[in-house]
C-alpha cells in the first residue's frame, strides 16, 4: 500500500498549474486526494507528477456569480457545508453534502475534485446533474465549460479534456417563490458508497401549488442522471402526484446489477426515496414563508 | 523533499520523498508509533489525526502537502507525560476499548468533535466516527466514552471559566 514514486509540484498560480499539466500528460492533479490517493496506493495510478492546487487562494473562494455560486475547484467539502452562500442560495447542494464521506474525508476531500472523479454514486455529482450546474475547465489557455449531462459519460470517466484543469463549478441560485430541497440515500453502512441516491428541489407559489419541480438519481447506474417530474407542476405535490410522477420518471431508469445490489433492488429503492425526497422538499418548501 | 511539520506543538524538518504518506512520515520520520498504520488506502480511520484543527486521515495526505501545518497526533492529546486527556480517561472508564487498534483514531476524531460541539448528539457523535471502524466494541461504549468526555468537558473548571462563570 505505498504509492509508485512521483514529482510533486505546488505550483504558486493557476497559470504554472495549467502549464504543468499540458507540459505533461502523465500529471495528474491533486486536490484532496481522498480518492486520487488510494488509487495511488493501490497502485490503480501512476502519474509521473503531482500538481497540488490546494493552496491557490484563487481556487479557493465561494463566490455570488451572476447566474449562481461559484464553487473554486480547491474548496473542501467541510468549508462548503459551513458556507452560508451555499445554505441559502444552493439548498440542494446543502442537503447533500452532509451525505459525502464522513467528517475526515470531508475535511480534505473538495468539490470540484468529486465532479472531475464522476463516480456515478458522487452526491455532489448529482447535485450538479440534478441543478445543471456549469462546470469550468482551463486547457490550453482556453476557457471551457461542459454541462453535467455531457460531462459525465461512464463510471469515472468524464469528458475532462487532456491536460486541462477543472477551475469551478458554477450552481445555479435557487429560484424565487418558496423552495425546498432534499436528498436521500442509501448505503450498507453510513458514509459508504450509495446503492442509490436521490435529490429533489421544489418551488411553491403564494398558496402551496408547486410551479417547478427537480428530480435526480445517482448510483444505480453508469452516471448521475436528472429525470423529468414537470408533469408535477401545477398540482399540490399530494401523494397521488408524487407517487404517479416518480412511476413515470423511473420507468427508462437504467439500474446495474453487481455484487452489492440487484439492479430491481436499485430501482426499488430509488423510487423510495425519489419519493421521499419530494415529500421532504416540499415540507421544507412550506416552512418558507411566502 | 524539505518539509517543516509542526507536530504537537514541536516543529520538526523532515526530508522526505513526495510519496511519503503524512502516516509513515508521523511514524517513521518522527518516530510517533501512536498514530496506527490500518488499511493505508482510507478506508478504516485507524490513521486519523487533526490537522490544522480537523480530523484527517494521515494515510491519504503526503508529508509534504502538510508543509506548514500544525499536526496533532495521540501523543500529543494529554496535558503532561503519564497523564490521559479527558477523552482518553472516559473511553477507559466506559471500557469504550478492547484490542486499542483503533483507539487512536478514535480519540482524535472525538477530540475534533468536542473541538466544535460543547453538548453533541449522540447522532453527531455517530456521525463523527463514522469513518472510523472498530470491531472490538460494537461502538456503543465508544458513543458512550465521547458522550461522557462531553459531559465532563462541560462541567470542567476551564469551561466555567472560559464561559465567565
Redesign the interface.
Same mark, same amino acid.
Given at each position: 500500500?505505498?504509492?509508485?514514486?512521483?514529482?510533486?509540484l505546488?505550483p504558486g498560480s493557476v497559470g504554472e498549474a495549467c502549464e504543468a499539466l499540458a507540459a505533461d500528460m502523465e500529471a495528474r492533479v491533486?486536490a484532496g %486526494?481522498?480518492t486520487l490517493?488510494?488509487m495511488?496506493?493501490?497502485r490503480l495510478s501512476r502519474p509521473s507528477r503531482?500538481v497540488?492546487i490546494?493552496r491557490l487562494e484563487e481556487l479557493s473562494r465561494i463566490d455570488r456569480v451572476e447566474d449562481g455560486v461559484a464553487i473554486g475547484a480547491a474548496v473542501r467539502q467541510?468549508i462548503a457545508l459551513r458556507s452560508d452562500i451555499i445554505a441559502s442560495d444552493v439548498p440542494l447542494l446543502a442537503a447533500a453534502l452532509?451525505h459525502v %464521506?464522513?467528517?475526515?474525508?470531508r475535511?480534505?476531500g473538495t468539490v470540484g475534485g468529486s465532479i472531475a472523479h464522476g463516480d456515478p454514486s458522487a452526491e455532489i455529482a448529482l447535485a450538479a446533474t440534478i441543478l445543471d450546474a456549469r462546470i469550468m475547465f482551463l486547457a490550453d489557455g482556453e476557457e471551457e465549460e461542459f454541462s453535467p449531462e455531457e460531462f459525465f459519460i461512464g463510471p469515472t470517466v468524464t469528458m475532462a479534456p487532456l491536460g486541462g484543469l477543472l477551475t469551478r463549478v458554477v450552481f445555479p441560485s435557487r429560484p424565487s417563490g418558496r423552495v425546498g430541497a432534499a436528498f436521500h440515500e442509501i448505503a450498507s453502512r453510513?458514509?459508504d458508497y450509495a446503492f442509490a441516491s436521490t435529490g429533489a428541489q421544489v418551488v411553491l407559489d403564494g398558496d402551496g401549488t408547486c410551479t417547478d419541480a427537480l428530480l435526480g438519481v445517482g448510483s444505480v447506474g453508469d452516471t448521475p442522471v436528472a429525470l423529468d417530474v414537470s408533469a408535477l407542476a401545477g398540482t399540490r405535490l399530494g401523494e397521488e402526484d408524487i407517487r404517479g410522477a416518480v412511476e413515470a420518471a423511473l420507468e427508462d431508469l437504467d439500474c446495474v446489477d453487481d455484487l452489492h445490489a440487484t439492479a430491481t433492488y436499485r430501482r426499488r429503492a430509488a423510487a423510495q426515496l425519489a419519493a421521499q425526497s419530494l415529500r421532504n422538499a416540499r415540507d421544507r418548501a412550506v416552512e418558507e414563508t411566502a | 523533499m524539505k518539509t517543516e511539520l509542526t507536530i504537537n506543538g514541536r516543529s520538526r524538518a523532515i526530508d522526505v520523498e513526495p510519496r511519503m504518506t503524512l502516516l509513515d512520515a508521523l511514524r517513521d520520520a518522527a518516530g510517533l508509533k501512536g498514530t496506527h498504520a490500518g488499511c493505508e488506502h482510507g478506508v478504516c480511520g485507524a490513521c486519523t489525526v487533526i490537522v490544522d484543527g480537523d480530523a484527517v486521515r494521515s494515510c491519504l495526505m503526503f508529508a509534504v502537502q502538510c508543509d506548514g501545518m500544525e499536526i496533532t497526533t495521540i501523543e500529543g492529546v494529554a496535558a503532561d507525560p503519564g497523564e490521559l486527556d479527558v477523552v482518553q480517561d472516559s473511553f477507559c472508564e466506559t471500557h469504550g476499548l478492547q484490542c486499542g487498534y483503533c483507539t487512536p483514531g478514535m480519540v482524535l476524531a472525538a477530540k475534533a468533535l468536542l473541538a466544535v460541539e460543547k453538548d453533541p448528539s449522540d447522532e453527531q457523535i455517530r456521525d463523527a466516527i463514522s469513518g472510523n471502524i472498530c470491531r472490538c466494541t460494537g461502538y456503543g461504549q465508544i458513543v458512550e466514552a465521547i458522550r461522557l468526555a462531553a459531559k465532563r468537558l462541560r462541567e470542567s473548571n476551564t469551561a466555567a471559566m472560559e464561559a465567565g462563570e
Open positions: 500500500m505505498k504509492a509508485a514514486p512521483f514529482d510533486y505546488r491533486l %486526494g481522498q490517493v488510494p495511488l496506493a493501490m503531482l497540488d490546494t467541510c452532509p %464521506g464522513h467528517p475526515p474525508t475535511a480534505r453510513r458514509s | -
